[in-house]
């Protein structure tokens, strides 16, 4: 296996970060939603928030937090490769797919002692 992370692996990781945005946008959008809706409340319209807005604004947390979890999942997986992250108990494979990781922090200490 190479020192390089495959394009797989950058792919998942990549889809997973867009996920925790997306699910975080979803889910900070509810603070937002709520504090229209609170300063709506008291106009003469009634209950102006009070629609399927709120229903759907009640629905986008959930939402985001699933897709924050599903989210950091991927990236797990992306950044350490089946094996690495524990789904896949090989521990062949596992020092296969963290070996890029292995090769730069021994990289990273091999600067440090030639420094000094």
């Known amino acids: 296996m190479s020192d390089k992370i495959s394009s797989e692996r950058k792919a998942i990781y990549y889809t997973g970060m867009v996920l925790v945005v997306i699910g975080f946008v979803l889910f900070i959008s509810t603070f937002f939603t709520f504090a229209a809706v609170f300063r709506d409340f008291g106009d003469s319209h009634g209950f102006g928030g009070f629609g399927i807005t709120s229903k759907l604004s009640f629905l986008s947390p959930i939402i985001g937090m699933v897709l924050i979890i ?13 094996a690495g992250s524990g789904i896949i108990l090989d521990p062949e494979k596992e020092r296969d797919d963290l070996k890029p990781f292995s ?14």
């Open 103 to 116: 090769s730069a922090k021994g990289k990273m200490i091999n600067d440090v002692v030639e420094k000094y």
């Open 70 to 82: 599903i989210g950091s999942i991927l990236m797990t997986i992306g950044r350490k490769g089946a």
